[in-house]
């Protein structure tokens, strides 16, 4: 819906208290963020409405673009690097899988997000037939950071063991956006963020522990104000990836595990990232023309507030309603509300894509030349994310075997290379623990592994084919894969 009417004048944005609806976590904390924010500069208000106020305008520039993309487009874009800071105590990285579980929820993260941000999601069928031609395409990709800004490998994440629950931050309803995690010593500082998408993993606590993710996009940031905002998307760590019917949710994340599984909260809060909002417009559940926010944004309808749960319709054609739906007849909701956009507040499962509008405003921040069409008002400006499209080195991995920037320990040793059947690995000064072994052969597959827990280790290879293998050291904190001969 585009019609706003930003009514309220000086300063409070939302109307009600966000806390969570009774068996609802917060899905999203960008709104009670905002909210901090205005309390602290209250022409921050003003901003937020011009920022949406702007959106219909990069997306109706964007399809432009987009029909003239021949003549216009100068050049290529490619995947965005993502690296995921992965901050948790011992006992939630063992509860993921430890850097084999790690690796395999980035793996279909990433996953998730090129199906949803690209109509390649396997749920599209459930669409309506009323929101099939609204169903949008941003065309933006994305793929694991393979190496990090001096050229290091990397495979894409980094793993920081804390002590318990150390970050200290008085959290999204306190005042400020996990910088705790963001920073070295207590979390893992952002990559450059012109050349890499950060999302941080972490375990949220006390009066935070109901929320899923939040997220800082670069309107967010205004200097003088919140300038030390570090720009990406914080999430709970158990919500990272989607892997399937076999993902076992990790201990101590209770029931809300199971309806955000599929990997869309960073689908959301990448939403977020891109400048788009919430379809209900944060506003208390107000309509538009009644003191309402809204989206800025013309193909999607005027709605109340968050959509909670799994909201049941027919997919032949019905749809949901709110409090929004009858005014005056061009204000109605002719194909329901957007509940069923990723940027609605429901479950995983019943999200199904972003509005055309939703992916051309994210495809119009990211995808083309920053300052293209001359809306570069610093309110959500054309281009701002196109810097992240034009690294496409920095996917590309490291052949098997080479240490990563994450890898990287001093004092390893596998004795005796070559080996004719037992090696011995040892670690000195590196104050860890080795975890896990594998041993992995010149196909890829792995063909032996084995538990450690302490300094050192020796496994006889004796029976096993003579040849060339690796073998994968698994600390807490990443792994180190070293090549051996059997002989
Ligand atoms: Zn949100």
Same mark, same amino acid.
């Given at each position: 819906?585009?019609? &706003?009417?930003?009514?309220?004048?000086?300063?409070?944005?939302?109307?009600?208290?966000?806390?969570?609806?009774?068996?609802?976590?917060?899905?999203?904390?960008?709104?009670?963020?905002?909210?901090?924010?205005?309390?602290?500069?209250?022409?921050?208000?003003?901003?937020?409405?011009?920022?949406?106020?702007?959106?219909?305008?990069?997306?109706?520039?964007?399809?432009?673009?987009?029909?003239?993309?021949?003549?216009?487009?100068?050049?290529?874009?490619?995947?965005?690097?993502?690296?995921?800071?992965?901050?948790?105590?011992?006992?939630?990285?063992?509860?993921?899988?430890?850097?084999?579980?790690?690796?395999?929820?980035?793996?279909?993260?990433?996953?998730?997000?090129?199906?949803?941000?690209?109509?390649?999601?396997?749920?599209?069928?459930?669409?309506?037939?009323?929101?099939?031609?609204?169903?949008?395409?941003?065309?933006?990709?994305?793929?694991?950071?393979?190496?990090?800004?001096?050229?290091?490998?990397?495979?894409?994440?980094?793993?920081?063991?804390?002590?318990?629950?150390?970050?200290?931050?008085?959290?999204?309803?306190?005042?400020? @956006?996990?910088?705790?995690?963001?920073?070295?010593?207590?979390?893992?500082?952002?990559?450059?963020?012109?050349?890499?998408?950060?999302?941080?993993?972490?375990?949220?606590?006390?009066?935070?522990?109901?929320?899923?993710?939040?997220?800082?996009?670069?309107?967010?940031?205004?200097?003088?104000?919140?300038?030390?905002?570090?720009?990406?998307?914080?999430?709970?760590?158990?919500?990272?990836?989607?892997?399937?019917?076999?993902?076992?949710?990790?201990?101590?994340?209770?029931?809300?595990?199971?309806?955000?599984?599929?990997?869309?909260?960073?689908?959301?809060?990448?939403?977020?990232?891109?400048?788009?909002?919430?379809?209900?417009?944060?506003?208390?559940?107000?309509?538009?023309?009644?003191?309402?926010?809204?989206?800025?944004?013309?193909?999607?309808?005027?709605?109340?507030?968050?959509?909670?749960? %799994?909201?049941?319709?027919?997919?032949?054609?019905?749809?949901?309603?709110?409090?929004? @739906?009858? %005014?005056?007849?061009? @204000?109605?909701?002719?194909?329901?509300?957007?509940?069923?956009?990723?940027?609605?507040?429901?479950?995983?499962?019943?999200?199904?894509?972003?509005?055309?509008?939703?992916?051309?405003?994210?495809?119009?921040?990211? +995808?083309?030349?920053?300052?293209?069409?001359?809306?570069?008002?610093?309110?959500?400006?054309?281009?701002?994310?196109?810097?992240?499209?034009?690294?496409?080195?920095?996917?590309?991995?490291?052949?098997?075997?080479?240490?990563?920037?994450?890898?990287?320990?001093?004092? +390893?040793?596998?004795?005796?290379?070559?080996?004719?059947? @037992?090696?011995?690995?040892?670690?000195?000064?590196?104050?860890?623990?080795?975890?896990?072994?594998? &041993?992995?052969?010149?196909?890829?597959?792995?063909?032996?592994?084995?538990?450690?827990?302490?300094?050192?280790?020796?496994?006889?290879?004796?029976?096993?084919?003579?040849? &060339?293998?690796?073998?994968?050291?698994?600390?807490?904190?990443?792994?180190?894969?070293?090549?051996?001969?059997?002989?």
């Amino acid at each position: 819906m585009r019609k &706003i009417l930003f009514g309220v004048v000086g300063g409070i944005l939302l109307h009600t208290s966000l806390s969570a609806q009774t068996g609802h976590p917060i899905r999203c904390g960008v709104p009670q963020m905002h909210q901090n924010i205005i309390v602290k500069h209250p022409e921050y208000a003003e901003k937020l409405r011009a920022q949406r106020a702007s959106l219909q305008g990069v997306a109706d520039f964007y399809r432009q673009y987009k029909a003239n993309a021949g003549s216009e487009r100068t050049t290529a874009v490619s995947a965005i690097p993502v690296i995921f800071h992965i901050i948790l105590d011992s006992a939630q990285f063992v509860n993921m899988g430890g850097t084999t579980g790690i690796a395999k929820r980035c793996d279909s993260q990433i996953a998730v997000l090129n199906h949803d941000f690209n109509r390649e999601n396997a749920d599209s069928f459930k669409i309506p037939s009323g929101w099939k031609s609204l169903y949008g395409n941003s065309g933006i990709r994305f793929g694991l950071a393979r190496k990090d800004a001096s050229g290091n490998c990397s495979p894409g994440y980094e793993v920081k063991i804390i002590a318990g629950n150390t970050l200290t931050d008085a959290g999204y309803d306190g005042g400020d @956006e996990f910088t705790s995690a963001k920073v070295t010593g207590s979390g893992l500082a952002p990559w450059d963020n012109s050349k890499y998408y950060n999302v941080w993993c972490v375990n949220f606590t006390g009066s935070s522990s109901d929320l899923l993710g939040i997220t800082v996009c670069k309107s967010d940031v205004v200097a003088g104000w919140n300038s030390s905002y570090e720009v990406g998307v914080v999430m709970l760590y158990t919500l990272l990836g989607s892997t399937g019917p076999t993902n076992i949710p990790p201990a101590g994340t209770g029931s809300w595990y199971n309806p955000f599984n599929l990997g869309r909260t960073l689908t959301h809060e990448t939403g977020h990232f891109f400048e788009i909002w919430h379809p209900s417009g944060d506003d208390g559940g107000a309509c538009p023309w009644s003191s309402g926010f809204d989206d800025g944004l013309s193909d999607t309808p005027p709605q109340a507030d968050y959509t909670y749960g %799994n909201p049941t319709y027919t997919i032949a054609g019905g749809t949901i309603h709110d409090g929004c @739906e009858f %005014n005056a007849a061009s @204000e109605k909701q002719p194909v329901g509300i957007a509940c069923l956009s990723y940027m609605d507040y429901t479950d995983d499962n019943a999200m199904h894509l972003f509005t055309t509008m939703e992916a051309e405003v994210m495809a119009g921040m990211t +995808l083309v030349p920053t300052g293209s069409g001359g809306i570069t008002s610093g309110t959500g400006s054309i281009g701002e994310n196109y810097s992240l499209t034009q690294n496409p080195s920095l996917l590309v991995a490291c052949p098997l075997g080479v240490s990563s920037t994450i890898e990287t320990r001093s004092g +390893l040793s596998i004795y005796p290379n070559p080996t004719t059947g @037992e090696i011995t690995i040892t670690v000195e000064g590196a104050g860890e623990q080795l975890n896990d072994i594998a &041993i992995v052969n010149i196909l890829g597959q792995t063909v032996k592994t084995v538990s450690c827990g302490k300094e050192y280790y020796s496994i006889d290879l004796s029976g096993m084919s003579k040849g &060339i293998y690796f073998v994968k050291c698994n600390f807490a904190s990443g792994s180190v894969t070293r090549k051996i001969l059997l002989q």
